[in-house]
């Protein structure tokens, strides 16, 4: 099989042998899709796509249809909640009758004799997906209008009327910032490879400093440039990807979230910090959060409490990754890599306390 060649933008794909070696045997899987969906035709050809580090996720194609497939990695030692496919399924299912711009899911499946695990289907789109902030492969007068429509998606999902659409119980509304560090806190007891004492000052501090206030919307939970799909010409949000953390919460966590390369360097999980930002054709934090206001209606700001609870949770996140390669079971080919950024995104976290006055 020969690796398709992706519009500008596109994460490059890892090689097929990948997909068709050890991972699982995609015999069982093109009987199972042809008895699902009996109007396919043709021989399957399957692809790993590469740049992921939560659910492994594959291109499928047939003569006359494509669609991507999203499971959960081989092995054991998952975290508890961790890779929740059942829950990406549901939530793109529901925004699909929504202003949220995501893929026509096409089915979900628990039966593990199929690829090893569970997984869902969803069909393909076409466009340009950009893994890194500063935008190397976009001209410089062209970025400030994808940043920009990256705030208005987000402003659309927190819109979304989750309860219309039947998402009641996807999460526990109000309260969001004290269950996430008490959670995120027991994810880092569990996945931790070693101590870390800016960790361990922010599960301190971040309890002792919740703003007032609360606010209930559905949570991408991983909203970040990587994970949005735009048009193949235009500066538009096709489709927002990859939603295993999605749940209810706080409208503020999101925005933060989407923040966090402006605070790290490009050597930290490819920060934008201290990069001549106008010169890129790079808005500011505050032209990027001023318009996400703007589009949302919300006159509340993302603070340092907000930044540092993002990064927190960031970093124990990349130390889960770092414990799944030390498992041998993680789903991107440079997870250890990866992983060990942990200690250099908490570290960043604490300087944002550090310098409230």
Request: aromatic residues 10%.
């Amino acid at each position: 099989m020969q690796e398709r060649q992706e519009p500008a933008g596109v994460t490059a794909a890892v090689p097929p042998q990948i997909a068709l070696g050890s991972e699982f045997d995609p015999e069982p899987l093109r009987r199972y899709l042809q008895c699902v969906l009996p109007d396919l035709r043709g021989s399957m050809e399957l692809q790993r796509i590469g740049g992921g580090q939560s659910n492994p996720t594959y291109f499928v194609t047939f003569d006359n249809r494509a669609m991507v497939l999203r499971k959960q990695p081989g092995g054991g030692n998952l975290l508890p909640s961790a890779h929740a496919v059942d829950r990406e399924y549901r939530v793109l299912t529901a925004l699909a009758n929504s202003e949220v711009p995501v893929p026509r899911t096409l089915l979900y499946c628990d039966d593990r004799s199929v690829v090893g695990t569970p997984f869902y289907v969803m069909e393909r789109l076409e466009g340009r997906i950009f893994p890194h902030y500063r935008l190397p492969e976009v001209p410089a007068a062209e970025k400030k209008a994808l940043f920009f429509a990256m705030a208005d998606t987000l402003a659309r999902l927190h819109a979304v009327d989750w309860a219309a659409l039947g998402l009641s119980d996807f999460g526990r509304p109000g309260n969001y910032f004290a269950r996430q560090i008490g959670r995120w806190t027991r994810q880092w007891e569990m996945s931790r490879t070693a101590d870390n004492r800016d960790v361990e000052r922010l599960i301190k501090w971040l309890p002792e400093h919740i703003p007032p206030g609360d606010e209930t919307c559905i949570s991408h939970g991983d909203f970040r440039l990587g994970n949005l799909m735009f048009h193949p010409v235009e500066p538009r949000v096709i489709a927002v990807l990859d939603w295993e953390l999605s749940t209810l919460g706080h409208p503020l966590a999101d925005v933060a979230y989407s923040c966090m390369p402006w605070h790290t360097l490009p050597t930290e999980f490819d920060g934008i910090r201290g990069l001549d930002w106008p010169g890129l054709g790079i808005p500011s934090p505050q032209e990027y959060l001023a318009h996400y206001r703007q589009c949302s209606g919300r006159e509340e700001s993302v603070t340092a409490f907000h930044l540092a609870f993002s990064q927190f949770r960031f970093a124990v996140i990349l130390e889960g990754i770092a414990a799944r390669a030390l498992a041998g079971n993680a789903a991107g080919a440079d997870a250890a890599a990866v992983g060990n950024q942990a200690g250099a995104i908490a570290k960043r976290a604490v300087e944002l306390i550090e310098a409230i006055p």
